[in-house]
């Protein structure tokens, strides 16, 4: 590891590049043992630097061999240029040449996966943010942009596809068994899109008219044994062209488009130009193999990784700082596209819990930066939920202030202004003021303070005038770096409602001052206000609701996701009482109000299933945590259990009627529909099995028996693993496994399962479950499953007294960091919390935060995480 890896860059030394590159020539030689690269690069001082006597300098990983280098034909020498940490430099360059470059690679040694590497035998790429410095010398940042030709050449039974971006242009064979392909993307990019895929793989095809009559070839590509899992990617493809299309007037640009799905992936999907790389775990769906939340990620990333075409390749950012700039608009737009194929509100439902869960604690914790950072050591760390999902939130907003016309202008005039550059959040909000004339400055604030702001309203009423007045206040907590925050600029979207949840105002209030006062007349009789619908802003409200106030919105509410929240308050306010009660010794209480509300929603048929099971979801321990002054991982985790057994025991009727309703027969659908009664169904199901009756687990056993999906299976499957029947449970694992045990995905939906069961003897279970055959350290899924499913999602013995969770975690880390240091940083957030906790948790999860400072060669992404979390 290099001198280099803790040094930190700013945005503000941002420098334009002085050096542009039109065309990239690449050449791979990819052979079993090394991978030789050739890059021929023309090269040509930028006009718009002056300094033209600027040394050439290029990226270049440190363990990457440089066989040859020459400058217009002319070899160079190692005295002609300077090779130190990540960098090579080259001094008085001519204004215009060609750069030779060969480098040679060990792709079967990359475990990394970041740069050229092999998952299960083919080869691939993965290039954002700086892994085309790993193939090659090269200016590698995102605002250099250059044409690119690349021709393939591998041995032709082993790898018969060679893919790249763009079209095919010319192809051939060698002779020897070797045969080559040439790909040519006429489109300008920066280097991180770069891609290629090498191997043995069998494809679905289809095609698609564009809006304007051009014809592209649609290509998902998979091993053979997955072919019969690609109709729902190929279908959810084609839905995304034609709704951005209509949405936002883009079309694609090339003729073909291809899908490659790897098992071996550090994130989701990669938009790569043509050709996106994708988790399998992002592109395989069938209903045998596939939960409904898989189909729905499935769904959601091809149309992200597809949106990405027109909000991040066609333009692009300037620098990483822009992250949120391709990100947060993306996100918005995917969002925006699977509310128009399922239901709006359970989105926005699923979204916001998303924020206030995991956003909001990054917010409050060592890593919180703005949607458009500052600085950072490794680029890899800020692929956040601040920048992704909170900078979503922001152009949410923008989209709410404008209205969705003038939104539309001003997403029309972004990309027509800046098509083919590489350009800043502060542009795309120029965009948005040009065509709605408005001074968007304030609101920039969203891009440049972090942490969550904090609404605090209150009202009176006067029932002698009938004027009614509501004061917001508004406040942001210091974060690292940024002590005082301005207020902001935000819609905060809001009704008014009568005592018998007859609507007397709706609309929207553009929040700018720290404090501001709102008056509305002609208000007959003192209202209830329905804060914050939709979600408008992305904040935590502070408003002292009575009990009464809100089981009437969660009764009456017109806004769908008030109705719901005004239930989560509810819950969440009676949870905290539990919670405060356990650690009094005082016995804990459902009261009959939370239990006659339920019994409302659930025996009511008119509502749609998957509201009501959102309804009737308690809070999760994660969300209970965040929200705490300091997290009582005990306290949290009684309170809970004890009500979710109450509700149980008290509508065990009730859970088995909506049971009954749900469970209809009908063969398996991925609509929004069927998949919100499967999820009543189950949820039924897990409350059924808490009473801890014989019945149930029958019921469960012959759901798991007779099920023609995974969802039901799988669920049915967790609820006996997890439940006190340990026989049945432990039978069911065995009978998954056997019948499973092919399906890569759903291997790790099975270590998850049992990474997540709550009941004693979880670490020994996990640590058992890390030398299974069908656990592979090297494969991301694998401890995405049961790494993070037992530190993400079994809190309670995580967090184990003895701190034997964090020293498992810590052990895994310190190990992973050597072999893949994206994955290591990542997997280590829950111990970034530990200021949060008890003084004894917090000193040992401080412990082995220290214990990894300790090590020596700490990859820059996991030193990064850990010397911040001590700060
Ligand atoms: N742009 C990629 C993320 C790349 C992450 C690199 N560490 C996927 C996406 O957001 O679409
Ligand atoms: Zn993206």
């Known amino acids: 590891m290099s001198s280099k890896q803790h040094e930190t860059i700013y945005l503000e030394d941002y420098q334009p590049p002085a050096w542009l590159i039109s065309h990239t020539e690449l ?73 030779e470059c060969v480098t040679r690679l060990l792709p079967h040694e990359n475990t990394a996966l970041e740069g050229l590497y092999k998952s299960d035998g083919m080869f691939c790429t993965q ?93 998902i590509y998979a091993e053979r044994k997955d072919l019969d899992k690609l109709d729902y990617a190929m279908q959810s493809l084609k839905n995304a062209m034609r709704w951005d299309e209509g949405v936002y007037g883009r079309e694609y640009d090339l003729d073909i488009y291809m899908i490659v799905a790897v098992d071996f992936f550090n994130m989701g999907a990669m938009e790569n130009k043509g050709l996106n790389i994708f988790n399998t775990s992002c592109v395989l769906a069938h209903p045998k193999t596939t939960t409904d939340l898989g189909f729905q990620r499935v769904e959601g990333v091809v149309a992200h990784e597809y949106f990405h075409n027109w909000s991040g390749n066609r333009v692009t950012c300037r620098d990483w700082f822009q992250l949120s700039l391709k990100e947060g608009f993306t996100v918005f737009r995917d969002a925006e596209f699977s509310a128009d194929m399922n239901s709006r509100t359970v989105k926005r439902i699923e979204d916001a819990t998303l924020l206030r869960t995991a956003q909001f604690a990054e917010d409050g914790g060592p890593m919180a930066h703005p949607v458009r950072p500052e600085s950072y050591m490794e680029i890899s760390n800020f692929y956040t939920l ?67 702001p904090l609404l605090t309203v209150s009202d009176q009423y006067d029932e002698h005038t009938g004027e009614y007045c509501l004061n917001v206040r508004q406040s942001c907590p210091p974060s690292p770096g940024q002590e005082h925050k301005q207020p902001y600029h935000m819609p905060l979207a809001m009704g008014l409602l009568a005592e018998d949840g007859a609507e007397l105002y709706a609309g929207c209030l553009e929040l700018t001052g720290e404090e501001q006062q709102f008056r509305f007349t002609d208000i007959a009789s003192r209202p209830v206000p329905s804060l914050l619908r939709g979600f408008s802003a992305p904040v935590k409200l502070d408003y002292q609701y009575s009990d009464a106030q809100l089981l009437m919105l969660l009764r009456h509410d017109t806004d769908g996701f008030n109705r719901w929240d005004a239930g989560q308050r509810f819950c969440i306010r009676l949870l905290q009482e539990q919670m405060r009660r356990y650690r009094a010794g005082e016995p804990m209480q459902c ?59 008290a509508l065990e009727q009730e859970w088995l009627q909506a049971y009954q309703r749900c469970d209809t027969g009908a063969a398996y ?203």
Request: aromatic content about 8%; glycine content about 4%.
């Open 27 to 99: 050449r791979f030689e990819l052979e079993e043992e090394h991978t030789l690269v050739r890059a021929q690069l023309s090269v040509r001082a930028n006009p718009a630097v002056a300094d033209k006597r600027m040394p050439l300098e290029l990226f270049g990983d440190e363990a990457m061999e440089l066989c040859r280098l020459s400058i217009d034909g002319q070899i160079l020498e190692t005295c002609d240029y300077q090779r130190d940490a990540g960098c090579l430099r080259i001094q008085n360059v001519p204004e215009h040449f060609t750069l």
């Open 127 to 219: 290039c954002e943010a700086e892994g085309f410095r790993r193939i090659t010398f090269f200016p590698d940042r995102p605002d250099v942009m250059s044409v690119f030709r690349t021709t393939l050449v591998a041995d032709k039974a082993r790898y018969p596809v060679l893919l790249s971006n763009g079209n095919p242009v010319d192809n051939g064979e060698d002779g020897e068994g070797r045969h080559w392909v040439t790909w040519d993307d006429p489109w300008p990019k920066p280097s991180y899109l770069f891609a290629l895929v090498a191997g043995d793989l069998a494809l679905l095809e289809d095609n698609y008219t564009t809006l304007s009559g051009r014809e592209v070839a649609l290509r």
């Open 386 to 452: 601040t920048v992704y999902e909170k900078g979503a939130e922001v152009v949410r907003m923008l989209h709410t202030l404008l209205g969705s016309e003038l939104f539309r202008k001003g997403s029309d005039l972004y990309f027509e202004r800046h098509d083919g550059q590489a350009v800043t959040t502060d542009d795309f909000v120029a965009a948005m003021e040009a065509v709605s004339g408005r001074d968007l400055s304030q609101f920039k604030r969203w891009y440049s303070q972090a942490g969550t």
């Open 591 to 649: 009261p009959d109000v939370l239990i006659s509300a339920w019994r409302e929603l659930l025996t009511d048929a008119s509502l749609e299933p998957a509201m009501v099971a959102q309804c009737l979801e308690l809070p999760s321990e994660a969300q209970l945590s965040e929200l705490a002054e300091q997290i009582d991982v005990t306290a949290i985790h009684a309170a809970r259990e004890f009500m979710r057994a109450a509700l149980a025991t």
């Open 669 to 871: 659908a991925a609509d929004a529909a069927s998949m919100g009664r499967r999820s009543l169904k189950n949820l039924a199901l897990s409350y059924l099995m808490l009473t801890g009756c014989e019945p149930w687990l029958e019921l469960a056993r012959q759901q798991y028996e007779q099920s023609d999906n995974m969802t039901d299976q799988l669920a049915a499957l967790s609820l006996v693993a997890h439940s006190g029947f340990r026989e049945t449970g432990a039978e069911l694992l065995q009978a998954f496994y056997q019948q499973w045990q092919h399906e890569a995905l759903v291997m790790n939906q099975w270590l998850s399962v049992q990474a997540s069961d709550p009941t004693p003897g979880a670490l020994a279970r996990v640590q058992a479950l890390s030398t299974h055959p069908v656990f592979d350290a090297r494969n991301p899924n694998k401890l995405r499953a049961l790494i993070a499913g037992f530190c993400a999602r079994n809190l309670f013995h995580f967090h184990a007294e003895d701190g034997s969770g964090y020293e498992w975690l810590a052990d895994w880390i310190l190990q992973l960091d050597r072999r893949n240091p994206q994955i290591a940083a990542r997997l280590l957030t829950p111990l970034t919390r530990w200021k949060r906790y008890d003084t004894e948790r917090a000193a040992l999860m401080q412990a082995q935060l220290q214990r990894m400072m300790d090590t020596a060669e700490l990859s820059a992404d996991v030193y990064e995480v850990v010397s911040k979390s001590l700060m």
